[in-house]
């Protein structure tokens, strides 16, 4: 059984930084690739970055390109985010995704406000 915690998120002023980390369970982490979404109120969720199993292939939705840094680490199998240079609409929950053989597991998910 997989599962995903996510932390770090958090209230932060426009321009600032935060860093979100998911810590995986289980036995496939490091075969699994792994990504962040995440949903505002009153819109759908939305993909923010993927990170193949290695860790070799990344990529990102044009929002966040430039400002936001998706990496791992098999051996602690964990995922972090490290999120630069925020926005007001960067605002939402952002959460933890793990895709394995065809078998989906989300986290809990972690809320980021970005506001002054």
């Known amino acids: 059984q997989v599962q995903l915690v996510e932390s770090g998120g958090g209230l932060v002023q426009p321009g600032g930084s935060l860093r979100l980390s998911c810590a995986a369970s289980g036995s496939i982490f490091r075969f699994s690739t792994m990504a962040w979404y995440r949903q505002a109120p009153g819109k759908q969720r939305e993909l923010v970055a993927h990170?193949?199993?290695?860790?070799?292939?990344?990529n990102y939705a044009d929002s966040v390109k430039g400002r936001f840094t998706i990496s791992r680490d098999n051996v602690k199998k964990t995922v972090d985010l490290q999120m630069n240079s925020l926005k007001p609409e960067d605002t939402a929950v952002y959460y933890c995704?793990?895709?394995?053989?065809?078998?989906?597991?989300w986290g809990q998910g972690t809320q980021v406000t970005v506001s002054s």
């Open positions: 990170i193949s199993s290695g860790g070799i292939s990344t």
């Open positions: 995704n793990l895709e394995w053989a065809g078998h989906i597991y």
